[in-house]
């Protein structure tokens, strides 16, 4: 099933001070790497390959 969603990236200067920022080892946490870091706008829902294939086009 595929998530569709508006988002943007922050400029890459906003990426280096975050990269810098502590992740501390917390009990229901999982951080993620900073190439797939984003602001959602919208979430559009779920959908198979297909749907999100045709949303695409």
Not at 5 to 21: I, K, S, T
Not at 25 to 39: C, I, Q, S
């Amino acid at each position: 099933m595929a998530r569709l969603f508006v988002a943007v990236w922050p400029p890459e200067e906003v990426g280096d001070v975050l990269a810098g920022l502590p992740r501390p080892d917390l009990p229901g946490v999982r951080w993620t790497a900073l190439e797939r870091l984003h602001v959602t706008v919208r979430f559009l829902g779920d959908c198979d390959e297909g749907g999100a294939a045709f949303a695409l086009h």
